[in-house]
Nanobody
Framework: QVQLVESGGGLVQAGGSLRLSCSAS????????MGWFRQAPGKEREFVAG????????RYADSVKGRFTISRDNAKNTVYLQMSSLKPEDTAVYYC?????????????????WGQGTQVAVSS
């Protein structure tokens, strides 16, 4: 069992930055890939970024490449999402998720555990 708690969301102006954190409990954290997803009102949940268990492999959605950086600290059971050059279209609820394996996939169905989400709002 893995429990995930996100933090760090908030309201920021376009061009600004935020760092999201996801604190995990449970022994499986350091043995699986982790991901960040987001869901805007009226839209489906979409993949944002993913990272393998040792951080050697990362993947990003095209819409955030070059602006967002995912990282993890297995000693602290925490995964981060550094978001820079934020745009109004980045506004969404951001979810942290633990995968069922070490595969960094973009499919929500391949992630077993989810946090409750943290709201990010970017004003123009």
């Amino acid at each position: 069992q893995v429990q995930l708690v996100e933090s760090g969301g908030g309201l920021v102006q376009a061009g600004g930055s935020l760092r999201l954190s996801c604190s995990a409990s449970g022994r499986t954290f350091s043995s699986v890939a982790m991901g960040w997803f987001r869901q805007a009102p009226g839209k489906e949940r979409e993949f944002v970024a993913g990272i393998s268990l040792r951080g050697g492999t990362t993947r990003y959605a095209d819409s955030v490449k070059g602006r967002f950086t995912i990282s993890r600290d297995n000693a602290k059971n925490t995964v981060y999402l550094q978001m820079s050059s934020l745009k109004p279209e980045d506004t969404a609820v951001y979810y942290c998720a633990a995968a069922s394996s070490n595969s960094v996939t973009t499919t929500p169905g391949n992630y077993n555990y989810w946090g409750q989400g943290t709201q990010v709002a970017v004003s123009s």
